[in-house]
């Protein structure tokens, strides 16, 4: 008879950071007991603990070798361990849950919901004049290229920049003439334009970048200079030279320092492959007149690209990538920058748009800030069924974004402090918004919430006395919808203290020691007495007890009553995240 495969192996995170390995066949009551006081000796002090790894479907013994591998790994292999379970758990379904995270909480990222009216017709979004990423210009101009027909969209190109303006970002007015084309002097050797990109110079007046197709068949990013964003004259030289490689979708933003980020698709691979297209930046400290080398700054297929500017500097990239054995692009991703010099990104989980493979295509993702300051409107092309001319839709982000509290831990015993919420798309109503924490049923209102930016916010809990653990956050926007974060706020309990008094014990005075503990928490305390050699003396207390301050005394005898001898003895308490060991000294 084959032994029963009921066992699972798991980790958990303590209070303090450090990882406990154990098995079990219910992890969940585990768990629970753990953070009772009922676990293992190691988990009671460092309590409350969360669960971050549980592998499931193995017999006693393979949970037992298992749990011994893993108890056997350092610190930092631990982690290893945890980061390569990430990676694989997808080839691995059903085979363990996985919990853990390496940072903070799962992060919310912005959701943007399709809007139903086409903005322009025939055409492809570039640009927005002067969008600073905080603030658009008003009313806003729209730069575009007329869109052509596309087997492959993604390859659109034109003869002319065209704009048209808009004072609530939905309804389009076409401007007439046309910005910059092939006939824009000074002359530039172009066929065609395939993007262009703008920002204001600071001594007014915009600076565009744009890129071609030359007359010989060469890839090149040029500029131009306009007093009003509509009368262009080309600077000399090129931006960027890709030569016979592709190079193309220019993207800019400014950033805090004051500096350029250039960003645009580029063929890694040496020619015009649509799947070996990946985004590179390059940065400019004289507002784009000179750009530094260039470098790949995103490693994934990028058709185009768009970027936006967050209020707190960081720049998100959304980019155009197929799925599955399409060719043509069917979802809009995107990136969030490390940091606010733009040059280090990681890729976000989910799609931002998406469109069924086989039923169209997207292209040329550009990000605004909508007209209300806090949201972002996306335009994009669309090409319905691969064969239309592409048309520009749109999609605007609606519910709000939080990401974490700070601090993220609180000792219960601390009383109501104000928390941090950052995250994105937090209205200006401050009023009307609200925040809130809850955890098994038990909400907590956030009372003074007061908005910094549409990035911070901040909120006070009353939290003296709630149950120990993770709780959600959830923040409402205006408009009443709602995002929830789970795990936000981890509610803990303070370490407690102890003290002696007396600790020089003659007890032939009747004097005793004192042993006061003070602890946050119910749980199994104990006080034992041990002479210098680590032999037990006697035990003062073994038990479950309250939180509270409480005493012990010691009056210098041992278990069966009598005074012990001169010497150094040592009172060692441990309690919930208390482990103490002091010496006493005996004079008989």
């Known amino acids: ?57 193995m017999t006693r ?65 570039q640009a927005f004049t002067g969008d600073t990423g905080i ?141 070996d297209r990946q985004i590179f930046t390059a940065r400019s400290t004289d507002q784009g007149a000179t750009w530094g080398a260039s470098s790949v700054v995103l490693s994934t297929t990028a058709y185009e690209s768009g970027a936006a500017k967050l209020t707190d500097g960081r720049i998100r990239l959304f980019y155009t990538q197929p799925q599955s054995a399409s060719s043509s692009a069917t979802v809009i991703l995107s990136a969030l920058s490390s940091d606010a010099l733009g040059s280090s990104f990681s890729m976000e989980t989910g799609v931002r748009i998406s469109t069924p493979v086989g039923t169209g295509a997207l292209a040329f993702p550009v990000p605004v800030r909508s007209t209300d300051s806090f949201r972002w409107r ?23 974004a939080p990401v974490s509290l700070s601090p993220s831990t609180l000792y219960r015993s601390a009383g109501s402090l104000p928390l941090t919420i950052t995250g994105e798309i937090f209205s200006p109503f401050a009023l009307l918004s609200a925040a809130s924490i809850s955890r098994a049923g038990v909400t907590i209102a956030g009372t003074g919430v007061s908005r910094t930016d549409d990035q911070h916010m901040t909120a006070t809990f009353a939290t003296m006395g709630q149950a120990l653990g993770t709780w959600d956050l959830t923040v409402t926007n205006s408009d009443g919808v709602a995002t929830t974060v789970v795990g936000a706020l981890t509610l803990d309990f303070a370490p407690g203290s102890v003290a002696l008094t007396d600790n020089l014990l003659r007890p032939r005075n009747g004097t005793p020691t004192i042993i006061d503990l003070t602890t946050f928490n119910s749980g199994h305390v104990s006080v034992r007495v041990y002479d210098a050699d680590g032999r037990p003396i006697r035990t003062l207390f073994d038990d479950e007890h309250a939180e509270g301050s409480f005493g012990f005394t010691w009056d210098g005898r041992n278990a069966a009553g009598a005074v012990v001898p001169s010497g150094l003895y040592f009172v060692a308490v441990n309690a919930p995240k208390i482990a103490v060991k002091s010496k006493i000294i005996v004079i008989r």
Not at 65 to 92: D, Q
Request: include cysteine.
């Open 1 to 57: 008879m084959k032994p029963p495969k009921e066992w699972s192996v798991y980790l958990v995170r303590c209070a303090d950071e450090s990882l406990y390995t154990g098995i079990a066949k219910d992890v969940a009551a585990r768990i629970s007991a753990h953070n009772s006081g009922k676990g293992a000796a190691y988990t009671r002090s460092r309590r409350p603990v969360s669960l971050v790894y549980h592998k499931k479907g």
């Open 61 to 125: 013994s393979a949970a037992l070798i298992e749990e011994a591998r893993i108890k056997s790994l350092e610190r930092a292999e631990k982690l290893a361990f945890l980061r390569k379970a990430v990676k694989t758990l997808s080839r691995a379904a059903g085979a363990f849950a996985l919990l853990w995270t390496l940072a903070a909480p799962a992060r919310a990222i912005p959701v943007f919901n399709k809007e139903n009216t086409i903005m322009l017709s025939s055409a492809v979004p």
């Open 135 to 275: 603030a658009a210009y008003a009313p806003l101009r729209m730069y575009y290229l007329p869109a052509i027909s596309s087997g492959a969209p993604q390859a659109s190109s034109g003869t002319a920049i065209l704009s048209a303006t808009s004072v609530d970002g939905e309804t389009w007015v076409q401007e007439a003439g046309v910005r910059v084309d092939t006939n824009t002097v000074p002359s530039v050797s172009a066929s065609s334009i395939t993007g262009c990109a703008l920002q204001p110079l600071t001594g007014g007046g915009f600076r565009m970048l744009y890129s071609i197709v030359s007359t010989t068949g060469a890839f090149r990013i040029h500029s131009a200079t306009s007093a009003d964003g509509l009368s262009w004259a080309n600077e000399a030289g090129a931006a960027v030279d890709g030569a016979a490689n592709y190079v193309g979708v220019p993207r800019l933003v400014v950033l805090n320092s004051g500096d350029w980020r250039l960003y645009y698709t580029r063929d890694f691979n040496g020619g015009d492959d649509l799947p």
């Open 378 to 400: 996306l335009y994009y092309s669309y090409y319905e069924a691969f064969n239309s001319t592409g048309d520009i839709h749109s999609a605007l982000t609606g519910a709000p």
